[in-house]
């Protein structure tokens, strides 16, 4: 199992976000193969891990996660 999260480092932390305004978990979830690919190929994470485990991104797999999202 696999999962990558990518959170945005430009949000100003001297400003309040309001909740409702604040990006979901859900939407910050990616496969690892979609980070690599987020970082332009520069990134080889996990190489000796098959490429079909870096492509799934099952929340279910995860049942910490599940409750959050």
Do not use: C, H, R
Not at 6 to 21: A, H, K, R, T, V
Not at 39 to 47: A, H, L, Q, Y
Not at 54 to 67: E, H, Q, R, V
């Amino acid at each position: 199992m696999a999962i990558g999260f990518w959170f945005p480092q430009n949000l100003n932390p001297y400003l309040s976000i309001p909740e409702s305004e604040t990006p979901s978990l859900e939407g910050q979830t990616f496969s690892v193969s979609e980070i690599e690919q987020m970082t332009g190929g520069e990134f080889n994470f996990f190489p000796t891990i098959p490429e079909t485990v870096k492509k799934t991104k099952n929340i279910a797999d995860w049942p910490g996660l599940a409750g959050i999202m």
